[in-house]
Structure formats: C-alpha cells, structure tokens
C-alpha cells in the first residue's frame, strides 16, 4: 500500500514538500546494495576508462580502435541491441524491456511479451547496456520488479483500472447530465432551446480540443501521466462550484467550455494508461472496459439528473458533476500511481546518480528526448493528425464515419425530448430513465466483443501471431448493417399508435452495433499505423467531437423541420455509406497503405 501511496500524486507531492524525507525509494533508504549487474558494468566501464587515459597520454590523439572510431558501424550500436561483450555480467539478462509498450501494436511486441510471460515466473537479473556514447541505460533490476506496472499484481492492476473507468465516467457524465436542465436555462436567461443547447456542445467540442494538448504532454517522460491526471481533474472539479453558480447565459458557455477541456486527459490518457499496464493479449480486455465507462456516461447523464431537476431546478445538474467528480478526484489523488515507464526510469536513474555520483546512468528516455523542443512537440501534436487525415484516404474514412457515428449518438439527447414527452406522456425523469437503454445496449455490445476475443481472437494470435491488419475488421463488417436497421426502427416506430418499446428497441441496436464498430476500428488504426497512434488517436477524437458538438445544435431543427421519421431516416441513408466504406477498407486497406507514407508495412 504504502507503494501505491508513494507513486501517487499525493506521494509525489509529500516528498517534494518533505524533500524526499518520507515515503522514500529503495535507492534512498541506506543501506540499499546496487545490483550486482550494475556494479559490474559500472567498475568495468571505470577500468575501460583508466586504461583508454593512459593509451591517450602514450599516443597522443590515436586512441584504441573501438566502435567511436568507425562511424559507418555507430548505427548498428544502439540502445536496443548491444553486443553481449559490451557488457560484462554473464549471469544476468542482457536484453532491454523498458521500450516494449512504445509499440503497442507490433508483432515483435507480442514476441518480447511471450518472452517475458516466462522471465517473469522467476527473478533474474536484467544487464543494464551501454550506449556508444558511453551512457549505461537505467532498465528494470529483474523480470519481476515490482516498479514495472506489468508486473504489478492482477489486483492492483485491476483497482487503478477501476479508477481510471470511474474517473472517465465522471468525465462524460458531465456532458449529457445538463440536459435535463435546459428547460431551466431557457426560462431562466431567456434563450432559444438551440441555444441552451450551447453548453453541452461546447463542452464536448472541448473534450474533442484536450487531448490534442493534453496526450503529448503526458508522454514527455518528466511530466508523466499522474500529474496531468490530478492537476486537469482538479481544476475540473473547482470549475464545477461556478459553473452550478454562474449568473449569465456567457459565464455559464464559457464555464461549460473549460470544464471539458480540463476534463480531457481521460479521453486522452485513460487508454495509454492501460497500455501501461497490460500486455498486448490482455489489452482489448482492459480498453472495452474503458471504452464502456465512456460510452455510457453521457447516456446516464439524464437518469442521475431528471427526477433532481423536476424538484431541485435546473442547477441541480451541474451541481451533481461536482458530488461525481469529486470524490473521484479524491480517489485519484491518493491511489493512482504513476504508469509511464519512461517517467518511472527516469526519476530512478535520476536516484542512482545522485546515489552513485556517476553521471553516466541515464534512462533511456533521457537519451532520445534530450534533443527534443517542447515547442517542435507541441506543432507536431496539432499539424500531424490533420496532415495524416487530409493525405491518407483509410484514416480519412476512419474518422469521418466514427464522427458520424458519435454525432448521431449525442443528436439522441436532442429527439428523445420531441418524441417520449409528447407521444408516451414521459416526464423529464422518465426520459432520463429511458437513456438507460444505452447501458443495456453497451453490455451487450460488450459482451459480444469480449466473446469474440475469448473464443476466437486471443487464441488465434497465440496460435498464429498477429495477421493482417484488417483481420481485426472482421466483426465491424457484420455490425456496420446494424446503426441503419437501428435508426430506421426508431424513424418508423416513435409513433403514438405503437408501443414506446418498438423505438427503443431500435436505440438498443444502434447503441451494440456502434459500440463493436468503434471497439474494431480503434484497434485497427493502430496496427496499421503504429508510429502515429497518438495523433491519430488525438484527431479522431477531434473529429468525433466536433461533429458531436454540431449534431447536438442541428438535431432539433432537423427534427422539427423534417420531422422525427424522415429526420431520423435522413441520418440513417448517411450511415448506410458506413457499410460500402467499411468493406472497402477490408479488402483494399493494404494496397491503401502500400500508397501511403505513414503506414507501417
């Protein structure tokens, strides 16, 4: 417990306060032996020193031929692959792990994860390498070291899993819980209902905006992901005092707008973290669990608020965001520990320095970033998911189709106000109550998908390796039949002459089929482009959003226009192109990216 504690941000935040003085490392508490495998490296890299200063001061500028000397070979000495006779400790493993997640998707990730499925069973020794240059590279002491989050125990895994879905939830159940109060708004500031629609648009057009600042931030290993986690979650949850109090109709935009920007880095983070934590077999497994606490927090949004508002009023709603997130935060603040390997071997190689005096241990994030501008991250970040989606046609029918799928599911909030009240009678809580049917629809979406892993997917990746990328399509091709079905169910049902049951059967439909198709194609863009995945990642949430954020203020006029039944069909003949791309993208996405420059081959 007391390791949790320590990784957490209030650890982190108690040491700096204390200096280190509590809750202290094992490289800090005296007494501590360096591993062997260190000590050898480090006493022999000393003698190889003594004995080059004397051939230096013999022969002047001629120094004894070694890989420095050869500069056609310095390429084939990296710090991922070193000569076993560079490194002088038999006994101990010489291969370096450190680096395994940052290709995520990979086959040869799955074969350094097979590998160490067995290291793990025992504890052996890992060689620390050294670089060209001299540098001895910071790595896990053994397989089993319990600072690598991989190693952590299923239950500790489990529980910072849980929070990470609970602080996500928290997240996207602020955007949709303020519906049931744009009544209120409306009679309060004397807007039009598509104008009180505003603040929950512009709070998911900024959840949409976080990630493209708030994903690269988190990767620069000095910053690590806790600290982006508890800063942008506290302020979210401060924002949420005014935003329950604010007195104008702009205050109460503007308030709505930063909320979801800060409220971000869940979306943006929330799958990195897993990755952190789980091998490449048990990912999927993790990130549906993820995915689910995003999907349906806007769809609970309605059911926490409608019977509150009915007898509290409208503010009521955003007041509930701050008793979600609240207690949240605090969770987070005291149990989420830092799982960014880079950022955990950068602060230990920082103590072994300052243990040792040597300055040649360096974590080898230290290495590849030292060179790296904060500002050149910060372009890339914004230019390079719009570049990628502009030049290469698959990942521009990736985020078209899963913006038009995701602006659909938020024009819900809109069209469930124009039919279940008037036809069926529904009170504001009872439509809440009626959103649930998302859940329903998320389980078994859920269900079908972690099936579809268990029985079929798992077992052919350990038997067969990874195949092709568009293998993982497979289920996305039976599902992408179903959003149309679903919505022209719901068109031509939401009528009062039949059963309200008919329409939302309808809902259920387009919810589980959505929810298999965003689960394959998340998979699928980061197989195919591995290198890329967080701008990808970053723009299709932009995409999502911004298209969730304009669906949530044309639906009404839609609906009221054309109608519930010819509006609802109109988005189900646009979701129809959905199957031809969906197919298109199976049988010619490879020939896609053996014309495109950002694929991986």
């Known amino acids: 417990m007391s390791d949790l504690i320590r990784e957490a941000p209030i650890g982190q935040l108690l040491r700096f306060l204390t200096k280190n003085k509590v809750l202290k490392y094992p490289e800090e508490i005296p007494g501590f032996q360096l591993p062997e495998s260190y000590r050898t490296i480090l006493n022999a890299a000393d003698s190889k020193n003594i004995a080059s200063s004397r051939s230096d001061s013999e022969q002047g500028e001629k120094s004894a031929k070694g890989v420095e000397d050869f500069p056609e070979l310095q390429h084939r000495v990296t710090t991922r692959s070193i000569r076993s006779a560079d490194i002088e400790a038999p006994t101990a493993l010489t291969h370096i792990r450190t680096r395994e997640s940052t290709k995520p998707y990979t086959e040869e990730r799955l074969e350094i994860e097979a590998e160490l499925q067995v290291e793990r069973t025992k504890s052996l020794a890992i060689a620390p390498q050294k670089t060209s240059d001299g540098n001895i590279l910071v790595d896990w002491y053994t397989t089993d070291d319990a600072a690598n989050p991989q190693n952590w125990s299923n239950g500790k895994r489990g529980f910072v899993a849980m929070l990470i879905c609970a602080y996500t939830f928290a997240v996207y159940t602020g955007s949709a819980i303020y519906t049931s109060g744009e009544a209120g708004v409306i009679k309060e500031f ?51 005092i005014p935003t329950a109090l604010v007195q104008n109709f702009a205050g109460l935009l503007v308030l709505r707008f930063l909320q979801g920007f800060f409220g971000s880095p869940c979306l943006a983070n929330g799958g990195a973290t897993m990755q952190d934590m789980y091998s490449l077999v048990k990912l999927p497994y993790a990130l549906t669990l993820w995915v689910s606490a995003a999907y349906c927090g806007p769809s609970l949004g309605p059911l926490l608020s409608g019977f509150a508002v009915m007898a509290k009023g409208w503010r009521w709603s955003l007041w509930e965001i701050l008793w979600v997130a609240g207690p949240v935060f605090v969770l987070m603040f005291l149990l989420v520990p830092e799982t960014s390997t880079p950022n955990i071997l950068l602060r230990r190689a920082k103590r072994l320095r300052a243990l040792t005096g040597d300055s040649r241990l360096r974590s080898q994030s230290e290495i590849d970033q030292r060179n790296i501008k904060p500002s050149k991250v910060i372009i890339s970040a914004l230019i390079k998911p719009l570049e990628i989606t502009i030049k ?30 008037p036809f069926y009678h529904f009170t504001l809580g009872t439509v809440g109550v009626l959103f649930s049917c998302i859940l329903v629809a998320c389980a078994l979406g859920a269900l079908a998908y972690i099936a579809y892993l268990y029985f079929y997917l798992v077992p052919d990746i350990l038997a067969h390796g990874l195949r092709a990328q568009e293998h993982r399509l497979v289920p ?79 639906a009404r006029p839609l609906f009221v226009n054309l109608g519930v039944d010819r509006g609802v069909s109109l988005l189900a003949g646009l979701s129809i192109m959905g199957i031809f791309g969906m197919f298109t993208l199976y049988y010619k996405g490879a020939s896609l990216r053996a014309r495109s420059k950002f694929a991986m081959s």
Not at 190 to 217: C, E, K, M, Q, R
Request: charged share 5%; glycine share 6%; aromatic share 18%.
């Open 392 to 421: 290469d046609p698959a990942m521009a029918f990736v985020n078209l189709y899963t913006a038009l799928v995701y602006g659909i599911y938020y024009s819900f909030f809109e069209v469930f106000p124009l039919v279940y009240p």
């Open 190 to 240: 004397g807007v039009s209902p598509t104008d009180a629609s505003l603040p929950l648009s512009l709070y998911v057009l900024a959840y949409g905006l976080g990630p493209l600042i708030f994903a690269p931030l988190s990767e620069i290993p000095v910053v690590g992901r806790s600290p982006v986690y508890a800063v942008t979650m506290f302020i979210f949850v401060i924002l949420s």
């Open 476 to 554: 996305a091709l039976a599902a992408s039949f179903l959003p149309p079905a679903g919505l022209f169910i719901f068109a031509w049902t939401a009528r009062p002459d039949l059963p309200w049951i008919a329409s939302v059967i309808g809902i259920v439909v387009y919810g589980g089929s959505s929810f298999i198709i965003f689960q394959c194609v998340f998979v699928y863009v980061p197989l195919s482009y591995p290198q890329y995945a967080a701008s990808l990642f970053a723009a299709n949430d932009l995409f999502r959003s911004a298209l969730a954020c304009g669906s949530i203020l044309f």
